[in-house]
């Protein structure tokens, strides 16, 4: 299905559409209609689900606004960049490394250098997509994706919409680390809004300037604990290694479970856990696993924080009947390759950052089973011989003192001791250091937790999980084409008819249609048109049922299931239980024989 394909049906169906359309629109925004904001929901819910409530984490809801000492720790400000090439002619700004994916073989050109990214576009003879001026020569600059306010009024304090719901998290850890009562792992999930100046939002939600994430960050002693594999073992993945990438061709998948993965050393174990937990997720809300892998960061794009990250994307815009078996060991083509989660190990950078930077302490004290005398080195420096012989660089040379003995208590072995305090060497005789070791008790340790990270892009699961929903078919002579969700995530689950809006079949059908909403399920009627037209337009939405009323109504409906449009009768009365036990997966509609179900 092609992108404007898929953005037209979006729109006449309720699904997004761009907003401030009355405005002329505003390019990198969308509104999600009532089918869209409905299905957004159930994706959250089960993400939640899956990755919140059976993994035992709990969630926060954090500001989109932060002050600027968060980004400046966190180093975005810093290296929250995108590469920039603006038109010479139009003025318009461009994405460099996009428009060298778009127009050349490479597929992952965000991990090329500025200058060999500035030769791509001469090489190729690259030109504006705007106006057609060509882009060879031009500057390719770094632009800084966050969005800046005012916290208050004047600009004294400077602050940032968040660029990811992970700072939130981060930056509140003393607090959550007592809630957790000091003991790792423990994990904090967040959903909502971030935002991001993108240069050239494109392919409607996939690449916008706010969108949702989900995202969790899990907290774990690097020396201790470890994932139960076994709960994933056997979930196969497709892995795009980078050494696979980095290839002449790059056309070679690894097919290995999660075991394998660990046990060779492919995938670090904490993110081979996530990995497994997540392709059972996308797989149990529609997304096809013919289209779908893991790919590994290259080195040159990985983030400032992460020490290894692995991508889960989805090909879109390729038919569904184009895609080959997934046991295949080749990439294909036809579709565009989108992220839709990365999964990262961030080790201690974000912790270690904020503790650094602020006035609070991100580190948690573990107690050990039983105290340790340990030898520790300690200095008390002579102050009355720094003070004069040093001046008001006398307390740096202290502290530089001490971190030495920390680090390298075998420097004290020499009749004078170096130390370096911005930039400039300071010496002076061992004995004025007042360097000692001693045994000290210690009933436990101050450690820095790790961190694995899950980041989902919820509206590109969306986009997704739509488009690889969408088939055709014939039925009675006629093309059909329908959105084959999900049960547990379609927006709508059930529709509710009456074959004519007469004898009463419109009054029973509201009924029913009542009594289903009563009973929890997302329920809508209509009695416009023709039966065979409401099925239709059912079935394009993408509602997995539909229930008719007709002059047989007394005990039993028509119940029709979307995919196979087969019919069975199913009495009244057993019918919420029925259609509960279809959304749970605890019943199919082909075990739902008309015998059966009039039992």
Not at 67 to 92: K, N, Q, R, Y
Not at 392 to 406: F, H, K, Q, R, T
């Amino acid at each position: 299905m092609s992108s404007s394909d898929l953005v037209e049906l979006a729109k006449r169906r309720g699904y997004f559409f761009q907003s401030a359309g009355a405005y002329g629109g505003v390019s990198g925004f969308y509104t999600y209609g009532p089918q869209g904001a409905t299905l957004k929901d159930n994706i959250e819910d089960s993400w939640r689900d899956r990755f919140q409530r059976r993994e035992g984490h709990r969630e926060i809801d954090a500001p989109t606004v932060m002050p600027e000492p968060v980004f400046e720790a966190s180093g975005h400000l810093d290296t929250f960049d995108d590469m920039l090439v603006e038109c010479p002619e139009c003025g318009a700004s461009h994405r460099a490394d996009h428009l060298v994916e778009d127009n050349t073989d490479i597929e992952e050109a965000e991990s090329i250098s500025i200058p060999d990214i500035e030769d791509l576009i001469a090489d190729h003879d690259l030109q504006c997509p705007s106006c057609g001026a060509a882009l060879g020569g031009e500057p390719v600059e770094e632009f800084n994706l966050m969005f800046e306010t005012n916290i208050g009024p004047g600009s004294s304090s400077p602050g940032y919409l968040r660029p990811e719901t992970a700072q939130g998290i981060f930056v509140e850890f003393p607090q959550l680390a007592e809630y957790a009562r000091n003991q790792l792992p423990f994990g904090i999930t967040q959903i909502g809004k971030a935002y991001r100046n993108e240069i050239s939002p494109r392919k409607s939600i996939v690449r916008v300037r706010e969108f949702t994430q989900a995202e969790l960050e899990h907290f774990i002693d690097p020396t201790e604990d470890e994932p139960d594999i076994d709960r994933v073992a056997d979930v196969e993945l497709p892995l795009y290694p980078a050494e696979k990438q980095e290839e002449e061709d790059g056309t070679e998948y690894v097919h290995k479970t999660v075991q394998e993965a660990v046990d060779e050393g492919l995938v670090h174990e904490w993110v081979a856990y996530y990995l497994g937990v997540g392709k059972q997720w996308y797989e149990s809300i529609g997304v096809d696993m013919d289209r779908f892998r893991f790919r590994q960061h290259l080195s040159g794009e990985l983030a400032h924080y992460a020490a290894d990250c692995w991508d889960a994307e989805a090909e879109v815009g390729a038919a569904r009947s184009a895609a080959e078996d997934s046991s295949g060991d080749e990439p294909r083509d036809g579709g565009d390759w989108i992220e839709i989660t990365g999964y990262a190990y961030r080790s201690d950078y974000d912790l270690s950052k904020h503790d650094e930077y602020s006035d609070d302490d991100f580190t948690v004290f573990k107690q050990y089973d039983e105290p340790k005398v340990v030898e520790r080195a300690t200095v008390d420096p002579d102050m009355s011989y720094l003070g004069p012989e040093f001046g008001g660089a006398a307390g740096d040379i202290a502290d530089a003192l001490e971190e030495l003995a920390e680090r390298d208590r075998a420097a004290f072995e020499d009749d004078e001791i170096t130390v370096e305090v911005d930039g400039e060497e300071y010496t002076l005789p061992a004995e004025k250091t007042g360097f000692s070791v001693e045994e000290q008790k210690e009933t436990g340790e101050h450690v820095m937790p790790h961190v694995v990270e899950p980041s989902i892009g919820i509206d590109r699961v969306i986009y997704t999980v739509l488009d690889h929903a969408y088939e055709t078919d014939e039925v009675e002579d006629e093309t059909r084409s329908y959105l084959a969700l999900e049960p547990g995530v379609a927006p709508t689950f059930v529709g509710v008819f009456p074959l004519v809006s007469k004898d009463g079949m419109d009054d029973r059908a509201r009924e029913i249609a009542d009594d289903l909403r009563a009973e929890g399920l997302d329920v809508t009627y209509d009695d416009s048109g023709s039966i065979g037209r409401r099925y239709r337009r059912q079935d394009e939405v993408g509602t997995p049922f539909c229930v008719t009323v007709d002059d047989e109504t007394a005990e039993t409906v028509t119940l029709r299931e979307r995919d196979s449009t087969e019919q069975v009768r199913v009495p009244i009365d057993d019918l919420p239980e029925v259609l509960a036990d279809l959304r749970e997966g605890e019943v199919t509609f082909a075990e739902l024989d008309a015998p059966k179900a009039e039992q």
